[in-house]
Each structure stands twice: as structure tokens, then as C-alpha cells.
């Protein structure tokens, strides 16, 4: 008589368990437990993490899922083999299918016992019931009804009065049903300790304080894993209750593993094997890209693919990614691959990713491990606002029972941990919002106690104290599940015979329930359909020139396989903003020391600025090498194989997993478990055990053991933030392309980039800014000639720099903030037909609201009538409401009595334009403060060049970005002002004292030693000062500076002698309102 | 020092005292922003209730002392009509030197505006620059035009548009044409215009004080007997009845004073449970506390005054059509218990939401009506504190008593049932995160009932320190 404890629940019954189930195996076995069950409400969704769990502690698992039907009574099912699982999958399909989740019903699921009945064959069942009363009874009759034998009845020990009587009654029940009585411990949670927690969860649940909970709180007490011993003495009276727990579990021996997959028929092959299909299509596709005579090089190189896709036999994803291809490519829509297996030669030649891999050099195997037995991985991007359309043909093509999304689950990081904990407790919501607020993105590690003091709270505060323990408990803690973005899962069979699917949020989309690690784990495939912003960017691009200059390109063009040195040029010089990954600040500041001359070495350039390398300290060792300051070293041959490409430092994903085999004699798939310990969310000290292993394999092969640790910290560094070689390929190939433009046609590009907002990292006047400086004329938006995009306009000879002629730039009126696409559509329409003559003729012909106009006014649109902003507002509010057209020329008021309003300072102007497009094309809004600046001797960014290395310098502008790269000791702050751009490093001691600055200043000044690096140059702060008061005050500035009172036959000011007018009261919203950009 | 109140969800400053704006502070300022900025900030509650009603009281006393028509100006302000009354006290001027000398005195800074029209008294009062302004007469528009906009008590929608076109101050306004500014701002622009120039009459709401209910009785001789004042009292409730009725009021609290002949007053309080007009039973109240006054040589005077009042409409007579019995009006009792008790002394007992013993009980109103009980056993009898009990021998670590010694006797247990784990509400104290407390139904041999606990689970340690202890008798 063994009891075995079937009914525990973990985190993924969203806010009722709190342990995961790493956490609830490892106390099982710490227990003695042979098995443990897992069942968890309506879901099923946690089972993947349990198998694991289980696998990791040489425990059988037995999976199994609590219905708690409509009627309020719940049942425990478990599934007796591989077709039971998917009658369970099934029905809870069809409870999740009933969600309206428009009427926000997220995650629930509406069973009732007919639907039990219907798919009731093969599971063992158990009803949890409460007293022991007609409804238990009634229950009860429905169970042995639908189960047969195979109904149980659930006893608990709940810990309350009359207990024992209760357990006696229903048991006595059940063998009046001809049941038997089923003991289970109804776990919540693995050890006692976690009690509170529990209590914290439940009010989060219920949105209420811990003080108003009351007997909302979990009545039934002792919900910890106990062990066997405990249990069997608490069950005494019940023997054949323990007993049947063991039955059960020797019953149900149904695995998780057995669940196999089957990949979707496409229909190019027909009559054919996936095999002999793909190996016709491609060698047709090579025979017609080359005229019959394809290169020697690349025929070798395809039988060789082939050869190795025949073997692991991988031919259908292939084919089905190629469908998916296809279609896009059929509708025009710009895409490209990347993962494992993209950079291959059939993905080139069938059109899936455009690297040439024979120009590239880049190796199919290299990127797959021969007895990782896992599906190849490609991931397609997609212009980002067409990607919508690829989805619904999949589901179409597909069909809704095969085809859905991959789940994420959305876990609490610091900030909703806080956020949540401190509500249940009672927090007010200021308090708990600084309190996230003083969380940088998306950390994990909680809040630390000197920010509490920083914020001016009591740490000693009881619930304060409890609230930042408690919090760091509930990280990671699942919270609900959400749809990928696009990681989609194709079956031959039906889909949710393998795991129950529910709707999305988002109309016609379905879910299953298991996220992408729990797919790798069961070895199912699934294809990313992802929007990626700069394909929408480059498929504009190539529009706007093919429109404009004649031009047609694409991606796969020779253009943008040619290694340009003029493009190279320009991109060493760090003159990157808006080109796609090598934009940002961090890649910025490498450009001129890595000096990209070709395409891998933007493939590196792309991989190097990344957590992974930065903590894993590779980032310098490189440069020395490239710069040629320092050898390249190899520890050993085998090594030098793996690393040769990268001069001896282990950059990419694959690199660091190939130390591990090559070097320390890891098998691939240790390695890869190696990879996902390493990347798990809260690592559980899996990670020591990996070290102990790599550190000896190495010095068994004859590494130092200095070596090794300094191998392995690499390692560890990647585990969670390494990029793979053939996803930096992928994208390099994006950014070279987006070089390409921005070199040779910087308006297009420019005007591109406008239309695809929002993406990058640059905000609109960034964007404006620089290709001004490129000599781009940039013409505000106009009611008479901006269409809804930006345009270009007819060309207007003045040449640029460099004698090319580039295209005037017409911003549109999507720029103008707050306009519906819909009433700028029908302006531009109604422009076009005939320009406007005045605001109410606009108003008349394109038949749009007011609001719509007003608007406009504020974008400063109508200058084309001769109207400045005041003006047009003033006319705007001066319309009626509908205009009828009988009394259409009464309503044209010309009869009203002229006004004069005062015009607008020019630093108000320039507030405005800020405010309605988020750029302004006058002046920088700095520079009206250059006087005061200069008082307290700032200097303008662009004398900065002119400092030397090591000056002691000061400088402020608007923060335009905030960059944080990965979990490193140093933010990047990208300040502006009106000469130009200025960069300061802070490191970690800096920004903790000046963390309220760093994060919440609009502007900023900054006092540093300058530090010089070629072309780039940062300022190393030492002291940060909080402007952004300063800024508040431009909207009231006349340029250059105030009027005094001397200025009087200017403005006519007041008389000195008359006491001055009181002060307007100074917080309007008059103040700059600038959006930095955050990232992580 | 700041004030803070509640808006919404966040915490959001009222009002900041002169030091705490130099540092920036302002109201309407996220309190936490606030504390970021100002370390070791003084925060206290606002209390706009509490501010209201002294602003209400300040303005009846300045009815009686300054002029008999003041009225409410908003939350911070008093309008102050001087027609006809500034000379009585010197002049505009010194008098209006004296009201802030007054206010002073009470701890208050307070600014004055003398001005034609009420519009332009609190432009200038609360935007112009000095403490005290005295606007000439007829010269309300020049005065008024380098006021900013908010002067005019425009809300905050009219006051945004307006600054989006460039109108900052109320000069600009006055010169521009009418039209165009009523079609683009609506009337309320012009009217608020017009009343702080004078175009536009704006009436004042005058407070008027107000005096409760109340009956006086004097006597030509005066009265001494207990019958007498029963008497006396009896008839001053009957005359006061009318008056209640006519108002739709009922009677909360009845204070009875009497004046005596030297000059002492001797009073009385009766409080009721429920608002009431019934004249026999607020008689009956007072005449059974009678015999507290002391006449000593003689009552003169008597004043029945009915010190808290409550809307009281008519009643539906329950029942009476079908013949049922009405139910007894308990607040009738409940009354007459209290006269003789005090009100504190009555009270019923309701549920609280808590698993522990001691806090699921609460005294509540005798008339209000309580939470449901919880359906699991409770003792009719808690004894606080629980009693220790010693020589306990049980089962570990859940086994129930099977004997006890309390209060001196041993029992021998013949029944029990348990445990009930009772666990501590951590989020209280500290001290509760990790207790448990086991309880047991116990019957002895003698078949009384006792509710026994033990600290502690009877496994961790931590749980307790496994004491018994008696807390409560079943009946």
C-alpha cells in the first residue's frame, strides 16, 4: 500500500497553485514519492514543465487536469493512454471553444457533463466533492453513469470540523455508488512556507486588500505536499482510498513522450514523397536561376543538402515553409528567412532567405547537430503591417483543426509583481507605481531596498517589508497565457488531438495551449510568422524608386549582394540612423573600431553588441584581434576549427555550444540542456552542475582550468542572450540593404521610414534630422500638397553634396498626431481634385469633422492659406456643425469681425510642432536656451569634435534614447541638441545616484571627461543635472532671447514704470513634451 | 508640510504650506512624485469635510459680526457684501485691515478685494498682488485686464482653448469682438466677463444661521417639584411636536435645559435610536431621567431643544389590513434601555470575516443589521482570554485531549472532533506569519462541551509552542 499523491496542482492554475513544477517534483522526491500526478483547472497547459520535471528527478509523472464544470461540481481526469489524452484535449477544446473573449472571459473554460460523457472513454475520474449531501449524491450518480469503473470519489483531509464525519458519509456514498473512495492531498503548493504567498495570490485573484479578503481567503488548510508515510496515517481509516491511488498510477501509463507529430501534406507533392518533391523543385529552381548551367559549386553544395535532409528526413518542413513563401511572394509581400537551417542552399534557391551562401560561405550543417534529433528551425519574417495577411491564408490553406498559434506565458516580472502584491496589501497605487517605476524594463530581481529608501518610504514599514518579499516570491509565477506573435504549429491530424486550443484575443486566431520550449520538448514543429518593421520599410524603399527614379530592386538583387565599399564607407563612419540593427547607440560606438569592409562582418557586428558577449566579456578580446593589437590564439586545433571565423572568441550561439561538445566532450543535446538551463527564467542552480561538468570535461582534454572557468563564464553569459550565427546572417543581409538605400537615395529611405512608423529606435525627428543633413529638403505638412504618406515631390535641380539629385520630401498627414487615416485620406483626395482656397472650403469638399480640422490647425497645415496656427485655430472653432450646402455661402463668414490674435512666440512654434507632428523643422527647441546655456558653460555638441581626448566637458540636451544593453553596468544616453547629437556612458555607480534623472528628465545636462574613439565620441558622466524645468520654459521664448524693455519699438512692450503684470501661473501644458525612447 | 487626499486611484497633494512650495511642490502633485523630490516630507490627511464646515461656520460668524449678507465663495472663499455697512466700521479700508487682522489672529492668512462686482472682488482677491485691494470704483476693467484668464472662474476646457489661440489675460478679451468669442466658447465666457465687469448681475447666496427646533417655557413662578417639570417638559414636547412635523423632521437627540433662578443651568440629554415624532414616548424618556435635575430654589425657565434632527417622512403601517401583529418597534425599547443603561452599554454582536475566534466577533448599532454567521460550530461562549489548561495528555501530532485539568477540575474526555486548523493573519503581525492553532470540539463524561486549542501544528516548531488553552463553552 503505497499512497501516491494524483492531485496537485502547480502555477499554471493561474493564481490558485503557486509552486512550479520543478519545484513540486523536487519536494516529491525529497518525500519518496515513486510518481506524482499533476492536475491543474481546466488546463493542461503546465503538463510539458511537470514531464520535464519528472524526467529531471527520475520520477514517473502522471498527467492529468481538474474539470470544474458549470454546474460547480469538479471532477480529476486522468488519461489512460495516447487516445484518452486526446479525448481530453478534445473536450477541452470544446469547453475553451464556448469563450466569448470579447466579453473578457480569457482562460475559462464552459464544460458541462454532457460534454464529459461525450469524451469520457479512457479517463480515470475522480469527483472532488464538498459535503456529503444530495448534490454529492446526484454527482456521484452522474459518475458512475459516464465512468463506470473507472469513477472515483476524492477524499481530502480538509482540516475542519466534523471532518472525520464528513470523510465517513462520503465514503459510505461512494460504495452505495459502487465506487471506491479515492485519497488525495488536493496540494496547492509544495511546502508550507508558501502559505502566505498563496493568501497574496488569492486576493490578487479576487482584485481585493488582504484585509477585505475574509473567508474569500483558502479555507481548507494543510494544501502542502505531505509525504506518503503522513498521508497513509491520516487515511487509516480508509485503506482502500490509498490503495486506489496506487492503482491509479500504475493505471495510467500514459506519456506525454508518446504524443508524436505528423507534418501537413503540401500540395506540390503531389503523388511524390516530400523527399522527391523538394528535390525536384529545387533542382528546377537552380536550373532556371543559372539557364541550365548552375556552377558547379552550388550543385555540390545542393546534392550535399539534400543528402543530409534526406536523412534526417526533413523534407516536408521545408516544403511547407516554402508554401508559406510562396504565398507571400505571390502577393508582393516583402519576407525573409532566418534560424537553422535558412542558411542553405535550398532556402536560397527557393527563394526562402536571399544570403547566397556559397558567396557567404555559410555551412547548412553547421547550424544542425547530427543526433540533436530536433526539427530545423526557420523562422520567416514579414513586412510587419502584411503579416496579417500570410496568417489568415495559413489558417485558410490549413483549415482551423490543424493550424494555431504557439501560446507565451506571460509571467510577473518585477514591476506587475509589484504592482499586484502591493494592491493585495493594501498599498496605495502611487506608492506601488514609483516603486515599479524604480524597476529598469524587464528585470527579475525584485526591488531593492535602498531604492525603497530612495523613494522616501519606510523600509521598516510592516507592509512594505512584506510586500518586497513577497513580491520577489511571485516572480515568475505564470499570470496567464497569450498568443505568440507567430510562431505557428501545422499538423497532418487534427491539432487538438495533441493539446487543447482556445481563441485568442484577437478575432479568428486559436491557441493551443503550450508555449515554444514545451513544443522543442515534445518535437513539434512550428514555423514564426513574424512582422519585422524594416521589411515594410525596404518594400516602401523599393516602391518610392521604382516610382521615382526607375529603379527595380529587391532584396535577392545583385545590388544587395555586392559588397559596396562606398556603402561600407558610410557605415564605418557610424552614419547609421534608421538602418535596420546597427543603429542603436551601442552599435554605433563599435562601428568605427569594427570598420564592417564586408558582409560577415556585419554578420558580427550584428551578433557582438548583445548581452551575451558583453557579459561574457568578448566583446574587447575581439577588437584587439580584429584591430590587429593582439594575436589571434587558438587554445587548440579542434578549437580553431570551431572558432576560426571569429579570431579564437566564441561570438555566436553555435560557437559557444560547439566549445562544449568539441571542447569538454559534451553530447549536443547536453549541450543544448546546457543552452536552456542556463536560459530558464529563474535559474534554479542547475547551471553549478553544468559548470563541475564542462570545466572537468575540459581539463580532461588537456584544457587550464583558467581556460575552462573563463569558457564556461562565456558560456553563461549566452545561455539567456546569445545570438545565433544564422539569425545575425539574416539580419545583417536587412541592414546592408537598408545601408544601401540610405547611401544612394537617403530621401527615399527617409520618406520610407516615416510611412513604417512606428519601428526603430529613432524617434520621426530624428529620422528628419539626419536626412536634412544629408541634404534632404524636408517641406512641412501642407492641407494642399501632403498626401496621407510622406512623398516626394517633383524634382527641384539644387544638387546634393556629392552632385546627386535628390527629391524634395513632403511630409503627410500621418505625421499630423491625433488624424485618422480615414478623414487624411479624404483631404488628401479632395486636395488633389483641387487645392483649397480657404478652411472652410476644406471643411465643405473633404467633409470631415471639426475636431479633424483643429487638428490639422495645430500641425500648422494651412500655411498654404496664408493662416498661422492661431489663425486657422481661430477660423477652425468658427465653423458650425454639418454644413448644409442651401446655406453653404451664408456659412462662409466673412461677415465676422476681423481679429487680431497674438502671434506666436517662435518658441512656441516650435512647442507646437513638437506637439502635433513630434518634430519641428523651424528650430531646435535648444536652441533658445543657448544663452542660458552658455551662462553655465554647456557646450553645443558640435564642438565636441573639436575637444581633446580627456577634456573635461559639459553638455545637455533633450534625451532622445535610454539604452540599457542587456543586464550590463552601463546605460547609454543619447542626449540632443540643436548643433547635434552628444553620447554619454553612465556607469552603474553614477546611475543609482542619479537614478530619477536618468529615468524621468526630458532634459538632461551632463558633466563628464570626454573620451575619444576615432570618429565616435562619449562623455563619460560624472554628475547629471535634471533640465527638463528649463525646457518647460521655450514655449514663452522670442528668438534669440526675451524682449527687454528696451526692445519696445519691437513689440511695444510695457512701460518699465508700471508695476509688471502677475505671473502666469506657470504648470500649462504649455511645457515641451518630448518621448524618449527606452530600451533594453 | 503638504496635505494630501485621494483622487481616484493615487494619493495627490491638496494644499502645500509656503516652505513646501519654494520646493517645488504644488497641488494637484502625485503625493510619491512629491516624496521623491522632498525627502522627510509632512504629509497629513486632507480633510475637505472637515474645512468645508469650518469655512460654513466662519461665514455665519461673519454674518452676525460684519454684514448680514456673506456668502460662500467656493471652497476657500467668503463673498462679503459691505453695502451700507463699510462705515460702521471706518471705512473699506480699515475695516477690511481689521478682517485680516482678525484672521491673522486665527492663524490664517487671508487676502482681500474691495471691488464693484463679485466677478472682479475675486479676480483680484485671489491673482492680485497685494493682501488687500481696494479696486476704484468704475475701474473694475482696468483693473482686471493683466489678470490671467483663470481669474474669470472659467473651467479648465474654456481655459486651455483660449491659450491654444493666444488668449492669456483678461484685457485681451475685453478688447476683442463679442460674437466671435460666444460662437467659439460659448456663452459662459462672456457671461463670467460680464459679471466681473458688471455688465451682468450675479446674485449672492447669502448664509443665513441656522437655529434648531426649539420650544422656551417661562414660568411666572418658578417650579421645583419633579412633577412639575414633568409637567412642564411634557408640554414643550407637545408644542415642539407640531413644529418637527411641519418640517418633515424626527428627533436623534433632545436636549432639555432648565434655567434656574440662580442662574445655573441644569440639562438633560436624550438620544434616540431611530429618528422620531412621537410625542408620548419622547416624554416618557425625558420623564424618566427627571429626577437628575437638580431644581435647587426654583426652575424659571425651560428650553426643549431638539439638538440632532433627521428627515422623517410618513410610515407605512405594517400588516395592519391582514390582521397580522405588527412587529415591535424595537427601537421604542431600546430607547427606554438606554435612558436607564447608556448607549454604549447596548449593542448587538455581528460576523467578522476571520478565521480566528477572537476578531470574528464585533459590537455593532442595536438596530443595524449584522453579517451572516459562518455555518461551522462556534461556542455560544468565547472566554477572553483564553484560559490556560494543563496536564493535557493527547495523541501527536493530531490526536485530540483525552484528559485535562482547568480551572482546577480534571476531565476525561468521552468524545471529540478536530483539529480545525486556525492559521495566523500574518499580514496583521509579524508575529502570526507562521502560527497555527488546532482546535477541538471536546465532550466529557459528563456531557458538557468545551472548545479546546493547542499552539502549534504539532509538527514544526515554528508553529507554536504547544500550549492548550480553553476558549469557549458550548451550551
Not at chain 1, 466673412?894 to 528650430?923: C, F, N
Not at chain 2, 504629509?43 to 456668502?71: E, I, K, N
Not at chain 2, 485539568?405 to 476531565?411: K, L
Amino acid at each position: 500500500m503505497t499512497y501516491v499523491e494524483l492531485h496537485a496542482a502547480t502555477h499554471f492554475s493561474f493564481l490558485r497553485g503557486v509552486s512550479s513544477a520543478e519545484q513540486l517534483f523536487a519536494a516529491a522526491r525529497l518525500l519518496g514519492y515513486p510518481a506524482l500526478g499533476i492536475t491543474d483547472r481546466n488546463t493542461v497547459g503546465g503538463l510539458v514543465k511537470a514531464l520535464r520535471a519528472a524526467d529531471a528527478t527520475g520520477m514517473r509523472f502522471i498527467a492529468g487536469c481538474r474539470l470544474d464544470l458549470m454546474d460547480g461540481s469538479s471532477l480529476l481526469v486522468w488519461p489512460e493512454d495516447r487516445a484518452a489524452w486526446s479525448r481530453l484535449t478534445r473536450l477541452l477544446t470544446v469547453g475553451k471553444g464556448r469563450v466569448d473573449r470579447r466579453k473578457g472571459e480569457k482562460g475559462q473554460c464552459f464544460l458541462h457533463w454532457e460534454d464529459v460523457a461525450a469524451w469520457s472513454e479512457g479517463l480515470v475520474a475522480a469527483l472532488i466533492p464538498d459535503e456529503a449531501d444530495r448534490l454529492a449524491d446526484v454527482a456521484l450518480a452522474q459518475m458512475a453513469d459516464i465512468f463506470g469503473r473507472r469513477a472515483h470519489l476524492a477524499l481530502t483531509h480538509r482540516r475542519r470540523p466534523g471532518e472525520a464525519k464528513r470523510l465517513h458519509a462520503l465514503d459510505a456514498l461512494a460504495r452505495r455508488h459502487g465506487m471506491r473512495s479515492l485519497a488525495t492531498g488536493d496540494v496547492l503548493y509544495d511546502g508550507p512556507n508558501r502559505r502566505m504567498l498563496h493568501d497574496v495570490v488569492t486576493a490578487i485573484r479576487e482584485h481585493i486588500t488582504i484585509d477585505e479578503l475574509g473567508f474569500r481567503r483558502e479555507r481548507f488548510a494543510d494544501r502542502y505536499l505531505k509525504s506518503p508515510e503522513e498521508m497513509e496515517r491520516r487515511f487509516k481509516a480508509f485503506p482502500d482510498a490509498v490503495r486506489a491511488t496506487a492503482d491509479i498510477a500504475e493505471r495510467c501509463t500514459f506519456s506525454l513522450r508518446e504524443l508524436s507529430y505528423q507534418y501537413p501534406d503540401e500540395l506540390v507533392m503531389t503523388r511524390r514523397s516530400p523527399q522527391k518533391a523538394l528535390e525536384r523543385m529545387t533542382w528546377m529552381a537552380l536550373n532556371a536561376k543559372y539557364g541550365g548551367r548552375p556552377p558547379p559549386r552550388y550543385r555540390k553544395l545542393l546534392t550535399h543538402e539534400l543528402k543530409l535532409v534526406a536523412s534526417w528526413r526533413y523534407a516536408p518542413y521545408f516544403l511547407t515553409v516554402n508554401s508559406i513563401v510562396q504565398f507571400a511572394r505571390s502577393q508582393k509581400i516583402l519576407c525573409q528567412g532566418r534560424g537553422s537551417a535558412a542558411n542553405s542552399m535550398i532556402c536560397y534557391i527557393l527563394g526562402i532567405t536571399s544570403i547566397d551562401p556559397v558567396v557567404h560561405k555559410l555551412l547548412f550543417e553547421r547550424f544542425l547537430s547530427d543526433d540533436r534529433d530536433e526539427p530545423p528551425d526557420i523562422d520567416v519574417d514579414f513586412e510587419h503591417e502584411r503579416r496579417e495577411e500570410v496568417i489568415q491564408w495559413i489558417y485558410e490553406t490549413y483549415g482551423d483543426e490543424h493550424a494555431a498559434l504557439t501560446a507565451v506565458v506571460s509571467r510577473y516580472r518585477t514591476r506587475g509583481a509589484v504592482r499586484e502584491v502591493g494592491k493585495a496589501l493594501g498599498l496605495s497605487e502611487d506608492v506601488t507605481g514609483t516603486l515599479s517605476g524604480q524597476v529598469w524594463g524587464w528585470s527579475n530581481d525584485g526591488v531593492a531596498e535602498r531604492h525603497v529608501e530612495e523613494l522616501g518610504l519606510d523600509k521598516e514599514d510592516p507592509r512594505l517589508a512584506l510586500t518586497l518579499e513577497l513580491t520577489r516570491q511571485l516572480i515568475g509565477t505564470p499570470r496567464h497565457l497569450s498568443q505568440h506573435p507567430g510562431g505557428f504549429v501545422l499538423t497532418r491530424d487534427r491539432l487538438d488531438a495533441l493539446v487543447p486550443i482556445e481563441p485568442a484575443t484577437m478575432e479568428d486566431r486559436r491557441v493551443i495551449e503550450w508555449e515554444k520550449d514545451d513544443l522543442e520538448e515534445l518535437k513539434i514543429m512550428k514555423v514564426d510568422v513574424l512582422g519585422v518593421g524594416m521589411l515594410g520599410c525596404m518594400r516602401r524603399a523599393f516602391d518610392l524608386l521604382a516610382e521615382h527614379k526607375g529603379q527595380r530592386l529587391t532584396l535577392a538583387s545583385d545590388e544587395m549582394q555586392k559588397d559596396d565599399p562606398k556603402v561600407y564607407d558610410m557605415i564605418c563612419e557610424a552614419d547609421t540612423i534608421g538602418v535596420f540593427q546597427i543603429e542603436s547607440r551601442a552599435q554605433m560606438s563599435m562601428l568605427p573600431r569594427l570598420k564592417p569592409r564586408k558582409f560577415y562582418d556585419i554578420v558580427i557586428q550584428v551578433a557582438i553588441v548583445r548581452p551575451g558577449p558583453i557579459q561574457g566579456n568578448m566583446v574587447h578580446p575581439y577588437l584587439r584581434r580584429r584591430e590587429g593589437k593582439e594575436e589571434a590564439h587558438y587554445p587548440s586545433r579542434e578549437l580553431r576549427h570551431v572558432l576560426d571565423k571569429t579570431l579564437g572568441v566564441p561570438l555566436f550561439q553555435e560557437q559557444a555550444m560547439k566549445v562544449a561538445i568539441v571542447g569538454a566532450g559534451f553530447k549536443p543535446t547536453e549541450a543544448d540542456a546546457l543552452r536552456r538551463a542556463m536560459a530558464t527564467f529563474k535559474s534554479t542552480g542547475g547551471v553549478a552542475h553544468f559548470e563541475e561538468r564542462m570545466v572537468k570535461g575540459m581539463m580532461a582534454k588537456g584544457y587550464s582550468r583558467d581556460f575552462a572557468e573563463r569558457t564556461f563564464r562565456q558560456i553563461r553569459g549566452f545561455g539567456s542572450y546569445g545570438f545565433p550565427e544564422s539569425h545575425a546572417a539574416s539580419f545583417a543581409k536587412i541592414a546592408y540593404a537598408s545601408s544601401w538605400m540610405k547611401y544612394y537615395h537617403p530621401e527615399i529611405f527617409c520618406a520610407a521610414l516615416l510611412n513604417a512608423q512606428p519601428m526603430g529606435f529613432y524617434g520621426v525627428a530624428q529620422l528628419v534630422r539626419d536626412a536634412r543633413e544629408h541634404g534632404v529638403e524636408v517641406r512641412p505638412v501642407c492641407v494642399n500638397a501632403s498626401r496621407w504618406d510622406c512623398t516626394l515631390e517633383a524634382p527641384n535641380p539644387p544638387l546634393d553634396f556629392e552632385g546627386r539629385n535628390l527629391l524634395p520630401l513632403r511630409l503627410g498627414l500621418r505625421m499630423v498626431k491625433g488624424l485618422s487615416n480615414d478623414h487624411g485620406a479624404r483631404i488628401a483626395a479632395a486636395a488633389m481634385d483641387a487645392p483649397f482656397a480657404s478652411i472652410e472650403d476644406v471643411w465643405r469638399r473633404a467633409g470631415v469633422p471639426v475636431a479633424a480640422l483643429e487638428k490639422l490647425a495645430d500641425a500648422d497645415a494651412f500655411h498654404a492659406l496664408g493662416l498661422d496656427r492661431r489663425q486657422a485655430l481661430w477660423r477652425v472653432r468658427g465653423l458650425g456643425h454639418a454644413p448644409l450646402p442651401l446655406f453653404a455661402a451664408a456659412e462662409a463668414r466673412d461677415d465676422e469681425p476681423a481679429v487680431t490674435l497674438a502671434p506666436l512666440a517662435a518658441g512656441r512654434e516650435v512647442v507646437e510642432d513638437y506637439r502635433a507632428v513630434q518634430l519641428s523643422l523651424r528650430s531646435h527647441p535648444v536652441a533658445f536656451l543657448r544663452p542660458a546655456l552658455d551662462r553655465r558653460g554647456i557646450v553645443p555638441a558640435a564642438r565636441l569634435g573639436e575637444l581633446k581626448d580627456g577634456a573635461r566637458v559639459h553638455v545637455a540636451g533633450i534625451v532622445l534614447v535610454r539604452q540599457r544593453p542587456g543586464a550590463g553596468n552601463v546605460t547609454f544616453l543619447t542626449l540632443e541638441d540643436e548643433t547635434g547629437i552628444a553620447n554619454a556612458i553612465v556607469w552603474q555607480r553614477i546611475f543609482e545616484a542619479n537614478r530619477r534623472t536618468i529615468l524621468a528628465a526630458a532634459m538632461v545636462g551632463i558633466e563628464g571627461i570626454l573620451q575619444r574613439e576615432g570618429k565616435v565620441i562619449h562623455i563619460v558622466s560624472a554628475r547629471l543635472e535634471d533640465l527638463t524645468p528649463l525646457l518647460g520654459r521655450v514655449g514663452d521664448m522670442h528668438f534669440p532671447h526675451r524682449p527687454g524693455p528696451a526692445d519696445g519699438a519691437r513689440n511695444g512692450g510695457r512701460d518699465p514704470r508700471q508695476p509688471p503684470p502677475p505671473s502666469l501661473p506657470s504648470s500649462r501644458d504649455g511645457g515641451m513634451r518630448i518621448r524618449s525612447r527606452n530600451f533594453h | 508640510m503638504v496635505t494630501a487626499r485621494r483622487e481616484g486611484n493615487r494619493d495627490v497633494l491638496a494644499a502645500a504650506c509656503d516652505q513646501a512650495r519654494a520646493l517645488g511642490l504644488a497641488p494637484g502633485m502625485p503625493l510619491a512624485k512629491a516624496r521623491i523630490l522632498v525627502a522627510g516630507l509632512d504629509v497629513r490627511a486632507a480633510d475637505p469635510d472637515g474645512d468645508a464646515a469650518w469655512l460654513a461656520r466662519f461665514g455665519r460668524f461673519a454674518a452676525r459680526r460684519w454684514t448680514p449678507r456673506a456668502a460662500l465663495s467656493g471652497a476657500d472663499g467668503l463673498w462679503l457684501d459691505l453695502t451700507g455697512v463699510a462705515h460702521l466700521f471706518g471705512g473699506e479700508e480699515r475695516m477690511c485691515a481689521r478682517i485680516l487682522a482678525f484672521c491673522r489672529r486665527l492663524g490664517f492668512t487671508a487676502r482681500i478685494a474691495v471691488a464693484g462686482t463679485a466677478g472682479a472682488a475675486h479676480a483680484l482677491a485671489r491673482f492680485g498682488a497685494a493682501a488687500l485691494t481696494l479696486c476704484p470704483p468704475g475701474r473694475e476693467a482696468d483693473s482686471l485686464a493683466a489678470m490671467p484668464l483663470a481669474a474669470l472662474r472659467l473651467d479648465e476646457a474654456v481655459l486651455s482653448r483660449a491659450r491654444r489661440l493666444g488668449l492669456e489675460r483678461v484685457g485681451e478679451l475685453i478688447a476683442m469682438p463679442r460674437a466671435p468669442l460666444q460662437r467659439r466658447f460659448g456663452a459662459d465666457l462672456l457671461i463670467r466677463l460680464d459679471q466681473a465687469l458688471g455688465r451682468a448681475a450675479e446674485p449672492l447666496d447669502p448664509i443665513v444661521p441656522e437655529e434648531p427646533p426649539a420650544v422656551l417655557l417661562r414660568f411666572q413662578e418658578p417650579i421645583a417639584t419633579a412633577e412639575a417639570i414633568a409637567e412642564a417638559a411634557g408640554e414643550a414636547v407637545r408644542r415642539l411636536i407640531p413644529d418637527l412635523a411641519q418640517a418633515g423632521l424626527g428627533v436623534r437627540r433632545l436636549v432639555l435645559i432648565c434655567d434656574r433662578v440662580d442662574n445655573l443651568e441644569q440639562s438633560l440629554l436624550v438620544s434616540l435610536a431611530k429618528a422620531t415624532r412621537d410625542g408620548a414616548h419622547l416624554a416618557k424618556l425625558i420623564c424618566a431621567k427627571i429626577e437628575k435635575i437638580e431644581p435647587g430654589f426654583g426652575i424659571e425657565r425651560l428650553r426643549l431643544v431638539a439638538a440632532r434632527v433627521e428627515p422623517l417622512g410618513p410610515q407605512p403601517i405594517a400588516g395592519a389590513l391582514a390582521g397580522d401583529r405588527p412587529a415591535p418597534d424595537l427601537a421604542l425599547l431600546i430607547d427606554r434601555l438606554a435612558v436607564r443603561l447608556g448607549a454604549r452599554r447596548l449593542y448587538r454582536l455581528g460576523a467578522l470575516e476571520s478565521d480566528l475566534p477572537e476578531r470574528s466577533v464585533r459590537p455593532v448599532a442595536p438596530l443595524a443589521a449584522p453579517a451572516a454567521w459562518p455555518d461551522w460550530p462556534r461556542p455560544v461562549r468565547l472566554l477572553t482570554p483564553p484560559e490556560p489548561v494543563e496536564q493535557v495528555m493527547s495523541a501527536l501530532p493530531d490526536g485530540p485531549p483525552r484528559r485535562f485539568r482547568w480551572r482546577g477540575r480534571a476531565y476525561r474526555v468521552a468524545a471529540a472532533d478536530g483539529p480545525e486548523r486556525v492559521y495566523g493573519e500574518w499580514w496583521r503581525h509579524a508575529g502570526e506569519r507562521a502560527a497555527v492553532r488546532d482546535y477541538f470540539q471536546i465532550e466529557d463524561e459528563a456531557g458538557a462541551r468545551f472548545w479546546l486549542y493547542r499552539n502549534g501544528d504539532g509538527e514544526e516548531a515554528g508553529t507554536g509552542d504547544m500550549g492548550w488553552h480553553m476558549h469557549g463553552i458550548f451550551a
